[in-house]
């Protein structure tokens, strides 16, 4: 049985995520913040460690690693801080938030990597979820996209540093989520697909020998299918 850690997962991406994984017949270890809504979203799982806290902090970091085991063949790294919504301008943020959002969307994931790799099966997967606004200048995503800039950078450097891992960035592209919502505040995002429309691109990674890189889950869907 594989073993898998995936943060952010009661709800959105990593609960669709964590959901088709369970299907498959992986051993998960899942962390939230909100410990009611994890506990809500582990009950449809069936081979799962729920464990609710703060990718941010170090403890946690540790717990969910410990829970894994000794040999752990993924690591997804979902959970992301949208930073204030509405959306600042970059000259009216707050920076005590921007650090915020660095250390939940780049030093935490890079910590939770850090702590696993000894245990990492040769071939395994680090699957860092990021953004097209790492890579498009949007008007007012200047926090949240920097960060998923300098997550895609980190990866990309681990990937070089680690020949025998799959280390991935995936944008899985735009989803009806909650922090969609957030972060269009007011706004109808009915016509965004759900997150289950993304999952077949990140199970392509997963489950497949792409060379690490940087993905966008829609041109994989081919490929997972």
Do not use: C
Request: charged share 25%; proline share 7%.
């Amino acid at each position: 049985m594989p073993v898998g850690i995936v943060t952010g997962a009661s709800r959105g991406l990593g609960l669709a995520l964590a959901r088709a994984l369970d299907e498959r017949g992986w051993r998960l270890v899942v962390d939230a913040r909100g410990a009611e809504a994890l506990a809500e979203a582990a009950a449809s799982l069936q081979h799962v460690t729920a464990i609710a806290g703060d990718v941010a902090d170090p403890e946690h970091r540790r717990a969910l690693v410990e829970a894994a085991g000794d040999e752990i063949d993924l690591i997804a790294n979902n959970a992301s801080l949208l930073g204030p919504s509405p959306r600042p301008a970059l000259a009216d943020y707050p920076l005590d938030e921007l650090r915020r959002v660095y250390e939940a969307n780049v030093v935490a994931p890079l910590a939770l990597v850090q702590l696993a790799l000894p245990r990492l099966r040769d071939g395994a997967a680090i699957l860092d979820v990021t953004s097209d606004a790492a890579v498009e200048p949007y008007e007012g995503w200047g926090g949240y996209g920097s960060s998923k800039a300098a997550l895609d950078q980190l990866t990309a450097v681990l990937a070089a540093e680690h020949a025998a891992l799959r280390i991935y960035s995936i944008d899985p592209g735009d989803m009806r989520t909650e922090m969609q919502q957030a972060a269009f505040p007011g706004e109808d995002i009915s016509d965004r697909p759900p997150p289950e429309d993304s999952v077949p691109g990140l199970l392509a990674l997963i489950e497949g020998s792409h060379p690490s890189g940087r993905y966008r889950a829609a041109e994989l869907t081919g490929a997972a299918r």
